[in-house]
């Protein structure tokens, strides 16, 4: 299994960036999927979560100016970002947790991280 992420970048303050995450392999389904940022020196933490019903969360710092979505057949995650701001700048990691074919629990998945850029 394995989930790529894609566009992230440079971009100005008050700019907009949309991330993608392909998930590939023997996968059954894919439940709980998110996207967490890594600021150098930082744990890890989440920004945003969906469901596989739709439901969503996301970080206070961020609601409102970002969006998750997904696209179960295809097997894709994304994050709309807009507004961006300097503060924003982190590495961003997509992270699925999924019924693998050969493994009999729910486990969690993580791409490899974009790195975002937010220019002031």
């Known amino acids: 299994v394995q989930l790529v992420e894609s566009g992230g970048g440079l971009v100005q303050a008050g700019g907009s960036l949309r991330l993608s995450c392909a998930a590939s392999?023997?996968?059954?389904?894919?439940?709980?999927m998110g996207w967490y940022r890594q600021f150098p020196g930082k744990q890890r933490e989440l920004v945003a979560q969906?469901?596989?019903?739709?439901?969503?969360y996301y970080a206070d710092s961020v609601k409102g100016r970002f969006t998750i979505s997904r696209d179960s057949a295809k097997k894709m995650g994304y994050l709309q970002m807009d507004s961006l701001k300097p503060e924003d700048t982190a590495v961003y990691y997509c992270?699925?947790?999924?019924?693998?074919?050969?493994?009999?629990?729910?486990?969690?998945?993580w791409g490899q991280g974009t790195q975002v850029t937010v220019s002031s």
């Open positions: 392999g023997n996968i059954l389904s894919i439940n709980r």
């Open positions: 992270n699925m947790y999924m019924y693998v074919r050969g493994v009999t629990i729910l486990s969690d998945y």
């Open positions: 969906i469901t596989p019903g739709g439901f969503t």
